[in-house]
């Protein structure tokens, strides 16, 4: 059972790499917003992992939830000289 | 040359960042070492002092309550400076919505969690969750009607002037129930003894359950502030 | 001490995205996963292997995991997302003046 743990915890944290990776590695803002909510959520399960539940719980609200709403709505209203 | 001298900079910054970070890693003790003290004070007597079953709970609204207290009003100075940059702006006045599939099922959804925002922010002192948490959720609810209903629907249900209110609300219960601790019990922000009740019940833990209720009012409508000022938009050009 | 390689990575990667990309909503996540990578420090460093610091209705049971740095956490999380939204509004600001976000083509319209 504790192995198992052990598993799990590794694979999320390789995991969490690679969407930490994703995130800064695209050119396009919308992708990297994407996978910084994959992040957040990645990080939750983790956070659950190392029995921390408050904090879990603020992160996938937070983190998953209002921080990508936000995001969203800041890259809505940038404009590009390109296209017009 | 100007190019490489750049990037020789930023290679040695990154590497001596990391070089400092792995030492400063390795300098740091076991944690068990460092255990003894307040937190093996605060596991073994947190329950007795503060009676909320949450331990964390307990540290945020009791022994570390001015922390959060200075917490709130960097919430309130980021508000503050977000409406006050954006506040040449108007709000482009969207009723369309979604398609109406969506809002029925948000018609049904958006009560339960409402209702699950409020379970979070009651149920601060006995289960995971608390003010923090349960305020963003209420601020979710008003995401949700800005994107699924439009903003002119949550501009008439749940106007600025409302969110301004509530916000102003949960910041004065909080400091009221400082000051009530000052005149009771002879601190700023103390734990009020006389409301504690049986361990374990809805209303115990004396005051946390308040200020609970203030803070996750204070943090959801000023969220839902920030949010609302990010989706206006000037019509600058569009005349 | 395996973790910590973990740490090191990720916030090498938000101080990559800091200092290397001149996209300024790309710097803002970046600051975003450097903030993410202490909190996960500081939350996997003060687990000792104890359960949830939370008392249950009459069980005695007292080897949990220190709440302290977990209050601490919490109040950050909080702080980084609303100064994440004060960034992102100044970028939308200086969006409207300049038509674009990206740092190296601000700088070039001063010139």
């Known amino acids: 059972m504790m192995t198992a743990t052990v598993v799990l915890e590794n694979l999320l944290l390789i995991f969490l790499v690679l969407c930490a990776v994703m995130s800064v590695r695209f050119e396009e803002e919308l992708i990297s917003i994407i996978f910084l909510s994959t992040f957040s959520i990645v990080l939750t399960a983790l956070y659950l992992l190392h029995r921390a539940a408050d904090v879990a719980l603020a992160e996938a609200v937070i983190g998953a939830g209002l921080s990508t709403a936000i995001f969203m709505s800041a890259i809505s209203q940038i404009r590009h000289g390109d296209s017009d | ?239 | 001490m395996r973790n910590n390689f973990i740490f090191i990575i990720l916030f090498m990667l938000g101080l990559y995205a800091l200092i290397m990309k001149t996209n300024l909503i790309k710097n803002v996540i970046g600051l975003n996963i450097m903030e993410a990578s202490i909190f996960f420090w500081v939350i996997a460093f003060s687990d000792v292997g104890g359960e949830v610091a939370i008392h249950k209705m009459g069980e005695e049971f007292s080897k949990f995991n220190d709440p302290v740095p977990q209050a601490l956490t919490l109040t950050g999380i909080v702080i980084g997302a609303s100064t994440a939204a004060l960034l992102l509004t100044l970028i939308i600001e200086l969006n409207q003046f300049t038509d674009t976000i990206d740092r190296d083509e601000i700088e070039g319209l001063n010139n």
């Not at chain 2, 944690?31 to 605060?42: A, E, K």
């Not at chain 2, 596991?43 to 331990?55: E, H, M, Q, V, W």
């Open chain 2, 1 to 239: 040359m100007h190019k490489y001298l750049k990037k020789t900079l930023v290679i040695s910054v990154f590497i001596l960042t990391a070089i400092a970070l792995y030492e400063n890693f390795l300098l740091v003790p076991e944690y068990t070492g460092l255990r003894t003290g307040v937190s093996d004070y605060i596991i073994s007597s947190g329950l007795s002092d503060t009676g909320s079953l949450n331990l964390i709970t307990a540290v945020l609204y009791d022994y570390r309550a001015f922390d959060s207290l200075g917490e709130s009003t960097v919430i309130f100075g980021a508000v503050s400076g977000i409406v006050l940059i954006l506040s040449r702006k108007m709000l482009p006045v969207s009723s369309r919505g979604l398609s109406f599939i969506v809002k029925r099922t948000f018609g049904l959804v958006t009560p339960f969690i409402a209702l699950f925002s409020l379970y979070v922010i009651t149920h601060g002192h006995l289960s995971p969750g608390g003010g923090f948490q349960g305020g963003v959720i209420l601020a979710v609810i008003s995401i949700i009607f800005s994107i699924v209903y439009g903003s002119a629907f949550d501009y008439r249900r749940y106007s600025p002037q409302v969110k301004t209110a509530m916000e102003t609300m949960g910041a004065f219960t909080f400091l009221g129930l400082g000051v009530v601790g000052i005149l009771m019990e002879g601190f700023f922000l103390k734990n009020l003894g006389f409301l504690t009740a049986r361990t374990g019940t809805l209303i115990s833990a004396g005051s946390i359950p308040y200020v609970n209720f203030g803070v996750g009012i204070k943090v959801g409508a000023g969220l839902a502030i920030i949010f609302y000022s990010m989706i206006q938009k000037t019509f600058k050009e569009d005349f």
